[in-house]
């Protein structure tokens, strides 16, 4: 996998419709030691208005598959189809293993699949690799 400087990273979008999920994705990223915006939205459709208004513009969204009204896999052909946005990284965030959606989501330019860990630490310690830029997530 293959991010940003993430030395620079200032700003992530969590897209996903499960506010508890938010939630701890937040407050694992409040555990570590480095400065960063957590933007969220509860389904694809409300995150693309966003981006599409210019309202802002992250360095990294995570994005869940599985939402009402757009889901992962429409949120992730559309932003690769929009000039502006096509170059944000997307790593899917998903409670899903299944194999072709894992690869799906790669062809369609994904840059990572996380299947949602069910520990908080294991949480803090994926996100403090990605923060750090490692390319060792898994």
Known sequence: ???????????LLLVD???DDQELFKLALAELDHPVKCLTAGNGQEALDNLCTHAY???????????????????????K???????IPVIIYS????????????????VDYITKPTRF??????????????????
């Open 1 to 11: 996998m293959q991010y940003k400087d993430y030395g620079k990273l200032k700003t």
């Open 17 to 19: 419709d499960d506010t």
């Open 57 to 79: 513009r992250p360095d990294l969204i995570f994005l869940d598959l599985n939402m009402p009204l757009m889901n992962g896999i429409v949120f992730l052909k559309r932003i």
């Open 81 to 87: 189809d929009i000039d502006h946005l096509k170059n």
């Open 95 to 110: 409670t899903s293993d299944e194999p072709r959606e894992i690869s799906a989501a790669r062809s369609m330019g994904a």
């Open 121 to 138: 630490d294991e949480l803090c310690r994926l996100l403090k690799v990605v923060l750090a830029g490692d390319t060792s997530l898994h």
